[in-house]
Structures are given as C-alpha cells and as structure tokens.
DNA sequence: AAAATACATATTGCATACAAAGAGAATTCC
DNA sequence: GGAATTCTCTTTGTATGCAATATGTATTTT
C-alpha cells in the first residue's frame, strides 16, 4: 500500500492548493507562516517550503522580508489568460488524443462521471474542482513537460474564475454548464479515438463556451477591476 | 543603489542555474545538499528553498528522502521539446513585438552587441548564456504571466542543447550561428516597428534553423539515448 | 499642528541540532 | 559459495532558537 497515511506537509500542501483553487483563499490574500503552520501541525521550515512550491506552480507569490500573498488576477493577467488559453488548451488535449493510456481514460470517464454528479447535487466549490480536475487529467495524458507548466498555471485561474460562475443557477447559466459536460463527453470520446484533430478542435470550442460564460458573468461592465477581492488587505 | 551586495542565497541560485545551463552540472548530476551548502557559505536551510525553486522552474529534479538531481534530457523529452518549441516561441516574440517597452528594446540590443561579440571571441558557455539572455528578454517583453512558465522551461533545454553544438568550430556550424545573429536583428527590427505578424514569423525561422543544427549536431544517428551524461551515476 | 525620527513589536530569514529514512557493507544462515 | 538479513553510516526531513528586516506607534522637533 503506497502512502495510507499522506505526511502533515502534503495535506498542507493540497489544502492551501484547492483553498486558493476554490477563493476561500482570495487572491491577494495575506499567508502568514506562524498562524498556518500551527494551523497545520509542522513547524515554519516544511511550511516555507511548501510556499515555495506553490509559488513555483503559480499559487502564490514571494515578497522579499514579506509574507507570501495568494496570487493575484488583475484585469491584465486576464488578457493574458484570454490570449494563452485556446493556444494551450488545444496542443494540450491534441497530445492527449495521441498520447492517453487506456487507464488514464478509465480515470478521466470516472472524473467525468463525478462532474455530471456534482453538476446536479453539488456546490459550486466542488464543480470547479472536479472540472479543474479533468482538465488536470487531460494534461498528465498530453504528458510534454514543456506545454504542462503552462497548462497548469492556466488551470488555476481558470478554476478561480469559474467559481464566480459555476454559483449563479439561472436557466441559461444551467444551459451552458450542461453544454460544457456535454463538450467533456466529446473530449473523452475523441481522445479514446486518437483522433488529435477532432480533440484540437473540441478544446477551442469548450474554451470558446468558458469564455462566453466568463464575458457574460465575471465582467458585465467591462474588466477594470482585480477578481474576488479588493486590491489590498483581502484578509481583514 | 539597488542591492549592490547580492545574496548568498541569490549568488548560490544563480550559480547553480548557470551551472546547469552550461552543462557544467550535467543533467542527471546529483545535488548533495551538504557539499553545496558548504560550496556556498550558506547553511541548508535556505540552500534548500533554492533547490525547491530550481525544481519549481524545471532546473533540477526532487525525489523524496533522496538527493535532488539536475533535471534529464531524453530522447522523449527531446521530442516534446520539438513540439512545444515553435508554438511557444512564436506566441513570445507575437506578443514582445506588442508589448515591449522602449527600455527592454535598448536591453535587447546591449545583449545583441553582447552576442556578436562573444560569436567572435567568446567561449560555447558564453555563447549559450548570452543567447540564452537574449531570448529571456523576449519573454520579458512578452509578459505573459501564463506563457512564460513554459517558455522558460524551453529555455533551459534549449540552452543545454545548444552547448553540444556551439562547440564546434567548422565552416558550416558557423554559418549557421552567425545567420543566427543575423536573425536576432531581424527580430530586434520587428519587435521594434511593433510588428508581430513579422516578430511571428521570424520566431519560426529562427526556430527552423536552431533544429536544424539540432538534428545535424546532437542525433547524428537518430535520438535514442539521453543528452550529455550516462543515465545514471553523472558526478562519478 | 504637521512632519520627521526613533523606538517597540511582529514577522520573515537563517543556522544549528535532532530525528528519520536509505544505501551500503559485513555477517550470518542455508 | 550465494543470498538474505541486520547493522552501520550517510543523507534527507523537521523543529527550535536566534538574528535581521519591516511595520506601526509614540515622541520629538520645527
């Protein structure tokens, strides 16, 4: 049996990662070392190093004599998102096509299966996370380590920003969720195919439907302003 | 004055990048957290904060319980380089040429001065560093906080990579490094007009002519063993 | 009274000491 | 003699204590 009991630090680790994946966690948000690690049970020297970590993947960012800060997602970082997203997404999910083994894909209908669930009886917190898993699994397939830390960096605030839509359950928000199970369904059936065109393809149309939803809800007034919290003091 | 006295902490970083770089730590080298602290005049506390972001931007690899190790470059590897490269680098430079400030231009052409200069009198480290640095900068101007992760993980193989082949000194790898240089100004002039559509394009060929030596110098017989170091046992 | 400076407090950075896990060698058992 | 096991030694992981840096407050000076 490989690792029944998971160590204080990698609980820590994942608990900061899906805190910040799902906003308890605000982007901007103070991480002082005393107060989490006694939250945690480890002293402040594994706890600096998983800050370190996660600063590395894009969770968080280092100041210098400073604490650590969740990382942030002003309206510019979102242009950026805007622009690397359909790129990223469709080599990722063309090299899933050619690349997934047969055990990734039994993983990723199961993942699939877990989001068609939580669409219906879960929270939002759970629907971002099981989606930002899929999305997860669809990289390991791709399996370039040049293309995943990119994908990975993206992953996050895609997940931070669909948080702020996956909670409204108006009609046509309803609508369009389905639609993105649906898309997830082609997804797997083109990856099960190898067939890297139709995947390449399916990518620009789940990111085009993600970005419809994220025009529609995060910016209704135009993007000036920073998501999720107020530029400074977001733990106060 | 900014920082006039660097670090130990930032020297140790730095040294061990370049160090890496240049091949001079070959990939698959083991790190000996006490040796290094020592190395450094630091002790290994913070030696190893700088190995976890060293692994967190794709320089060295970490293995639980066991020492850290210069990141590998196999032939797998080598083929997802191949296919992330031209992507990524045409994204970089489409953006740098929108988005690049009148200071890092001036930067960009100091390190191209740099370059031409070390083309003639420089050793194959100084090449790959000053080449390396140089298309640093473009991603820098690109300042795409999602794309960047990936290119500098391309930039690391690229630079070792490049070490196999800025070595040599006959007549045709030398053309081949100064039509380079020649490129470089090219994409200096697009960058500078703010043409992207050009910056684009350049990237590719600039790309074009890099795989070339790569195909000629590295895998003269065909990619099938790992770059630079026997697969094990690399500090022997 | 406003501004600048000095002081006190809180938080990060670093070093040392100790605990735990792995690798390798010698010994024992078959 | 070969193989497995135990023991030792090396190396990584963690905790604690101290030093350095930054922030906020109070005091002093103009």
Chains 1, 2 share one sequence.
Not at 29 to 44: P, Q, T, V, W
């Amino acid at each position: 049996m490989p690792d029944s009991t998971p160590s204080p630090k990698d609980s820590c680790y994942q608990a900061l990662k899906t805190a910040i994946l799902t906003l308890e966690l605000q982007p901007g948000a103070d991480l002082d070392e005393a107060s989490l690690s006694a939250e945690f049970g480890l002293s402040r020297t594994p706890l600096r190093e998983v800050l370190r970590r996660l600063a590395g993947e894009g969770y968080v960012d280092l100041r210098q004599n400073r604490g650590a800060r969740v990382s942030e997602m002003s309206h510019t970082t979102l242009r950026d998102f805007f622009l690397a997203a359909p790129m990223i997404y469709g080599a990722i999910l063309r090299l899933a096509a050619e690349n997934a083994t047969p055990a990734q894909i039994e993983e990723l209908k199961t993942t699939q299966a877990r989001f068609r669930k939580v669409l219906q009886q879960g929270s939002a917190r759970d629907r971002a996370l099981v989606n930002n898993r899929f999305h997860e699994i669809t990289g390991e397939m791709a399996g370039n380590v040049y293309l995943l830390p990119s994908f990975q960096r993206l992953l996050i605030d895609h997940a931070r920003i669909s948080m702020t839509f996956y909670r409204p359950r108006d009609a046509a928000m309803a609508r369009s969720v389905d639609e993105a199970a649906d898309q997830h369904d082609q997804i797997i059936a083109a990856i099960e195919a190898g067939d890297s065109d139709a995947a390449a393809m399916l990518a620009i149309d789940h990111w085009n439907l993600s970005r419809h939803r994220i025009e529609l809800f995060v910016m209704p007034g135009g993007l000036d302003l920073p998501l999720g919290a107020p530029p400074r003091a977001a733990t106060a």
